[in-house]
């Protein structure tokens, strides 16, 4: 399998680059672990598939503000793969993916929305190619968007109208030996050999987009600046402070030598301000 790697993590052999800095501003505090599952799932793919099998690796692709994770292409198929990795409870509806509130309650649209992102990566690259395959009268091989779930913790409910392929970690070696394999062919070798050196040349001069955070937690939700955790955090601390000024207070109360003492001192400063 041949691979083309476009991430300004990784050389040219895929290896990932020292920039570490740069990576975890980009990626998040989990940049290193997010790669090396790539690699994992770019090593079960070289094991399975021969060389007649593409592999582009964080390409921009044209209209599209995002990096597209990855794509394989095939004479059997193109699949185009978005990686998710936050947990919680999410539901999809359609292209589009839900996330549930337990502030609110209720189901909300999922930002980023990996699923919307993938079919539109998709529609953007059959946009791309197909005007100038059209005229060499090559077919466009199936496009295929498929989602993977990374985080263990990731609880995803499936609508009955399914649009897209859902793999874990775990599902990805029989997909790669078995699954990417079934199609019959659509195009030839020198149609797929076209299909790629046009991908190549239309996402030339398209601008790198910036990496988006890829992260295993969901980062909380700020109020006036201070996330609810914080608050909570605040709030017990002067709730502290208040007890300890209470229990001052009575000692004080109950000691007659401190009540003389302190009136004391107040009258005395009373005097020097006069």
């Known amino acids: 399998m041949h691979i083309i790697h476009y991430s300004p993590f990784r050389d040219s052999d895929g290896a990932i680059t020292k920039d570490s800095k740069a990576a975890r501003q980009a990626l998040g505090p989990d940049w290193r672990q997010v790669l090396q ?6 090593k079960s793919l070289a094991e399975n598939l021969g060389d007649e099998y593409v592999l582009i690796c964080n390409l921009t692709l044209p209209q599209i503000p995002h990096e597209t ?3 394989l292409f095939s004479r059997r198929g193109i699949w185009v793969f978005g990686f998710f990795y936050l947990e919680g409870l999410y539901k999809t509806d359609g292209a589009r993916l839900f996330a549930y509130s337990t502030q609110q309650q209720r189901y909300k649209r999922c930002r980023p929305d990996v699923i919307a992102e993938t079919h539109q990566a998709a529609a953007a690259l059959s946009q791309a190619l197909e005007p100038s395959l059209n005229k060499q009268n090559i077919r466009l091989p199936w496009l295929i968007p498929v989602i993977i779930l990374f985080n263990p913790k990731t609880n995803l409910q499936l609508a009955d109208m399914v649009t897209t392929t859902i793999l874990r970690p775990a599902d990805f070696y029989e997909f790669s030996a078995r699954t990417v394999r079934k199609f019959n ?4 070798e020198e149609e797929l050999e076209t299909i790629i050196t046009l991908v190549k ?3 030339r001069l398209v601008e790198p987009a910036p990496p988006q955070k890829k992260t295993f937690t ?3 939700t700020q109020h006036f600046g201070l996330t609810t955790s914080q608050w909570i955090l605040l709030i017990s601390m002067m709730l502290t402070f208040c007890l300890i000024l209470g229990a001052i207070g009575v000692r004080i109360y109950q000691t007659p030598t401190l009540q003389t003492m302190l009136l004391t001192l107040w009258n005395q400063t009373l005097d020097l301000l006069r």
Do not use: A, Q
């Open 185 to 188: 062919d659509i195009v030839s």
């Open 218 to 220: 969901r980062p909380e």
């Open 37 to 42: 599952h790539e690699d994992t799932l770019i």
């Open 69 to 71: 994770d990855m794509i």
């Open 201 to 203: 040349t239309t996402t």
